[in-house]
């Protein structure tokens, strides 16, 4: 680590710690990619049926009429058929994307955002940094490492912009997807080997399951600032772990656990003796996937 | 273990910190019991892997297979409407009957939320049964929910109110067959179950001005 060839800080994580977490982001985003873009018939895909409650495939406001050749297209594959209107719509895309037109639709600037921010974290260190992206993040994040001057003064230089909109999509401040959307696309990338015939795919989108390698690996890089797995040699996930056990939460932060469902009812309104089964368990539903959500950003370490 | 291997090695090992930071749970997996704690009946529902913690283990968090169960019920009982809505009550019951017997989060106790879910299940069982004169099957959904339950809460006092109103049928029924004493005592029965039902709910009134 160079933070200990310059002696400094007790900012210490294994390098394959940190390249892990990049190649994770780099990998999901493409399979996110997918699953944003999604099929183009639904009904061909039960996986991808959803519930029509923010659909990703067809929240970006793209026109095109076939999915996977505009995904192709703005990859940069070669697809054995494609018209000009599904050639327009992957230049577009590619160029919110690349962040080249300002005037696109919301949803997708906000994509291309969070897409920089995500080319960030994958990008490789260039071999003359001086600031280890751990230290970067620690300071971003607030967390006190006794660096030099030097390095602060670097740190503070390096770009934050892409960390701050990774840090707020992870904090569900990024493009919006409603927690149905964002569960299936997590299913589908880490639960469906994409294929990657090829291409150059430097161009990656975010969403929710890129959110989340990109969270595993801000996880990962916390773990590892506040000495955690590799600075102890153990394996990520129990860094990850420990680190949940390790902060001690404040109210607002605590883990939602399993509990009666009676606080989600008015008490002066005794159940019918018949009927409106169906809208409680509607309620408890509802009441426990917030929770859900909420223990998925307390385990990322978000605040 | 060559480079390529390595990688997807260690790629899994972050993939899986992904999962846990997800799950928000560290417990070990079991295959799914009924809630009574015995294995699911075979071909009852299709077999799942869910979390299950040691008591003491980890505090049983909310997780996925929690809103998988709940996400089921809500399904189930939203199927149970479509089929009494058009008299279809044999249909209405056996989909609650397999949401009562299938797969559920390992747990035991189950978590509040599945005891609750399945008690309020039970009632609406049992409030079938005895609609079609089922009236043992009914009072049996009714000792199981109950067993659920044992906090008097308001699925507590549901379920006694529905016991009262199984009782009261019940009473209906002997009486119309000529058999009074029978009848006295179900009767009796269903006042001592809704007066149970009243003092539950003054229960839970009182706490909460407290």
Redesign the interface.
């Known amino acids: 680590m160079s933070g200990d060839k310059r002696g400094e800080a007790p900012v210490v994580l294994r390098p ?2 940190r ?3 990049r ?2 982001a780099t ?2 985003a493409v399979v996110a990619l997918r699953a944003w873009v999604g099929p183009p018939d639904h009904a061909a895909d039960p996986d991808a049926t959803g519930t029509g409650d923010g659909e990703p495939g067809g929240g970006g406001g793209l026109d095109a009429p076939d999915h996977e050749a505009l995904l192709a297209l703005t990859l940069g594959e070669e697809v054995a058929q494609h018209d000009a209107g599904e050639r327009r719509a992957a230049a577009r895309l590619r160029a919110a994307l690349e962040g080249r037109s300002q005037s696109h639709e919301g949803e997708v600037r906000g994509l291309a955002e969070f897409a920089e921010a995500l080319r960030w974290a994958a990008a490789p260190l260039p071999p003359e940094a001086e600031v280890e992206p751990e230290v970067l993040l620690a300071l971003a994040l607030g967390v006190e490492a006794e660096v030099s001057d030097e390095v602060r003064r670097q740190a503070d230089a390096a770009p934050r912009e892409p960390l701050v909109t990774a840090i707020r999509s992870a904090a569900g401040l990024g493009p919006e997807l409603d927690e149905l959307a964002r569960r299936r696309l ?1 299913r589908r990338a ?1 639960g469906r080997p994409a294929s990657r015939p090829g291409g150059d795919r430097r161009w990656v989108v975010a969403t929710g399951g890129a959110l ?2 990109l ?3 801000v ?2 890089w916390v773990g590892g600032v506040g000495g955690g797995g590799a600075a102890t040699g153990e ?3 129990t ?3 420990r680190r ?1 056990e390790r902060t001690p939460p404040s109210a607002s932060e605590a ?8 606080e989600l ?1 008015d ?2 309104e ?5 009927g409106g ?2 809208d ?3 309620r ?2 509802a009441s ?2 917030s ?2 959500r909420r ?2 950003f ?3 370490g978000v605040r | 273990m060559n480079h390529d291997a390595a ?1 997807r090695h ?2 899994g ?12 749970t ?1 417990c070990g997996d079991a295959s799914d019991t009924t809630p009574d704690g015995s294995a699911a009946p075979a071909g009852t529902a299709a077999p799942s892997t869910t979390t299950v913690c040691a008591p003491g283990e980890v ?6 297979a ?2 998988a169960f ?2 089921k ?2 399904a189930v ?2 199927r ?2 479509v089929a009494e809505d058009t008299g279809d009550r044999a249909t209405a019951l056996a989909g609650l009957d397999a949401l009562v017997a299938g797969p559920r989060p390992v ?1 035991e106790p189950p ?3 599945v005891r ?2 399945l008690a ?2 039970l ?2 069982t049992a ?1 079938l049964r005895s609609e079609g004169g089922d009236h043992a099957g009914a009072e049996r959904d009714l000792a199981r929910g109950l067993s659920l339950v044992p ?1 008097r ?3 507590r ?2 379920l006694m ?2 016991t009262g ?1 199984v009782a009261q049928r019940r009473y209906e029924a002997l009486l119309a067959a000529g058999d009074t004493e029978a009848a006295r005592a179900a009767k009796k029965e269903a006042i001592t179950a809704f007066d149970e ?1 009243v003092a539950i ?1 003054d229960e ?2 009182r ?2 001005l407290k």
Do not use: Y
């Not at chain 2, 505090?59 to 996925?64: G, I, Q």
């Open positions: 394959s710690v390249d892990d977490a190649d994770a990998e999901e997590l880490l989340a390698a969270a595993a690996g996880a990962l394996p990520p996930t860094a990850v772990t949940m883990a939602r656990t399993s509990r009666s469902t009676v009812f008490p002066a005794p159940f019918a003796a018949r089964e169906s409680r368990v509607e408890i539903l426990r996937a929770d859900l223990n998925r307390a385990a990322w | 990688r260690r790629r090992v972050v993939l899986l910190g992904v999962a846990v930071g997800l799950l928000g560290g505090p049983l968090m909310v997780d996925r929690l809103l709940l996400s019920a809500k009982h939203r149970a409407d747990g978590s509040p939320e609750e879910v309020d299940t009632a609406r409030a906090e809460n308001l699925f006092g549901r109110e529905v109103v039902a709910q839970v009134i706490a909460t």
